[in-house]
């Protein structure tokens, strides 16, 4: 889990931990964190992260994550233990794209200022000498900046298929070996400048593609939530240690406080309490669970601690299951052809059908098979897919852009394309229409003194039903009471005194069959009721889905009655108590009768299905495994973006459709000239960046697409 | 033309010295966190050490 690095400075071993911490917002918490770590001893050194509001932290074993975590909580930020990064390796090709595009930006420009002379009339010697200079770089840039594309085109024919990096390795590669040819004879005309500048757009394209996932991923990365890391074992001497998730065996005995979430299945050995199992099955009701009960990994223990004798761990555990229907309902969406590669099975044949046409034509008409060689290298080049290869993605990359400053990240191009062509969407209910967390429903029967107690009592716990309570009083404005004394009394709620009053916010002495919570001033009792709300513009976003040809339908684990009851409120279709099993079903008799679905959903019941969509979109607020399966995350409490990214994407897709007609008009434009052997290599030269530029500008107005 | 045997060589050795700074500074991380670098500039040094 944490990477064990040797330790320069240190004489012991030090170890980096990471920490997302979603709360930095400015310098000031930058200076407030790293000053706060770096005077601690053990702690040898922190770093913020501000762009992925992470704390790296490099620390001597003495310091375990979840003190770290509560160092840092101390500072006055919420923070969540990371795993080891396990978008490492996905980083890692981004990183080789740009490499090769430093490198064949560097032979370019080197290349050029040569071919600019020889364009500018140099001849003889000079030109000669120029020419082998270019060769020189051209060769070892071409070697290495052309490895992503040859070694796709090579996966490609080996599988007996055609993708965009076959023609462009093609061209390429015969560019190339004519110019040298073109050289060692003395001859006018060698392509390098026009071989490694295609090169350059096309990696560009890349780049700008495999940025645009990683932010993404960083981004959903920093909100991934670790369930539960680990828990705290008793051990044979009742002693309570930290045992990290991994580490945990069967028959090891856990304590799950109240507020805590199982980092395995087990039994319930001793106590009782009430769980929140929506992330499992939906169902949005506490449930009461007690001693001899089974309880899973991921569930939410919700009012007191219990002793649970652990059954099955890891892999084991009953998301397992859920990880394999994933695993098949996955495999429908991996034949998905992006719009690029769709167009490269037409655009391929075309254009090398053409080159070997001009090449045989000027072989009758007697040009010799230099000239014609020469000839049928200049169309491949000319029609150099930068449409394909830099207007797509460079489309994508700026809509992506514009979507993730109105808080949604799409994971990559293809789920634009995706998006653009759904005509259903199917919702998931708690935690998706749902906020997924309690909201208090009657603050108003609260005086101002006792909203202000509540608050000051709400603070200090971590409680989810205190969490609620807690944001629902900010959201009024109100200031918390100065109190003494407080505690947390575990599975009762928390104590203080206000002046010489008693005050206690915990649970009420009726037990409710919904969340509720009873506060009491000295002898004075109210009980706060709380629900889980429909997000507020839930009704709004659907009739916007609506309007642009999506019907819209519920489907959930839950009972019949809390979803029927949502249903009638939006007035939309609903199919209750789902298993995950069920919404796979359903999804895929849509798709049989020729839908394309939009899933939104949250929990991990969900993720068979969003991974089974035509497309996925989760909340925030959802569970890893829905993250994970997701094709884009929303942050915001409001369900609009929902409807905002498909308008974004479908405006993605008419300004893509717009750069295929440009390419195709500018190759209608240069083909000619190229088949009548007019084109030289400072035509090309001057032709392909401009023919870049115009669809790249064409995809910048995307820019403004979310407004 | 004597020049560009001096020349040609020193710019492609300029430009190469801009690749390896730019390769070495991919692999330190110096693109890791563009914005922070943007924030930090504003923290005031505070003189806690001497």
Known sequence: MNAITPASTGPSQSIVSRFAVPAIRCAGCISKIENGLNGAPGILSSRVNFSTKQVAITHLPEWDDDQLKRKIENLGFEAQILADNPLAEEKGSTDKLIRALAVAGFGMMNIMLLSVSVWSGATGVTRDLFHWLSALIAIPVIAYAGRPFFTSAAMALRYGRTNMDVPISIGILLATGLSLYETATGGAHAYFDGAVMLLFFLLAGRVLDGMMRDRAREGIGALLKQTAPGAMVIGNDRKTTWVAARDLQPDMQMMVAAGGNLAADGVIISGSSSFDCSLMTGESEPQPRGKGDLVLAGTLNLSSPVVVRITATGEDTSVSDITRLMDEAGQRRSFYVRVADRAARFYAPVVHSLALLAFVYWMFAGAGWHQSLLIAVAVLIITCPCALGLAVPAAQVVAAGALLRNGVMVKDGSALERLSEVDYALFDKTGTLTLGHPIPMNLDDLSLAQKQITLALGQASRHPISKGIRSGLLALDIEPAALDDIQEIPGEGMTARWGHVNVMLGKPERSEDHLSSQLSVGTDMVVLQLKDEIRPDAAEAIAELHALGLSSSIISGDNIRSVSLVSRTLNIFAQASASPQDKVEAITRLTDSGHKVLMVGDGLNDGPALAAAHVSIAPGSASDVGQQAADAVFTSESLMPVALSIKVARRTMQIVHQNFALAIGYNIFAVPLALTGMVTPLIAAIAMPLSSLIVVGNALRLNGAAK | ?50
């Open chain 2, 1 to 50: 033309m004597s020049g560009l045997a001096i020349l040609i060589p020193v710019a492609l050795l300029m430009g190469l010295c801009g690749l390896v700074f730019f390769f070495w500074a991919m692999r330190n991380d110096q693109f890791d966190d563009l914005d922070g670098a943007a924030q930090r500039v504003l923290i005031d040094e505070e003189d806690e050490q001497p």
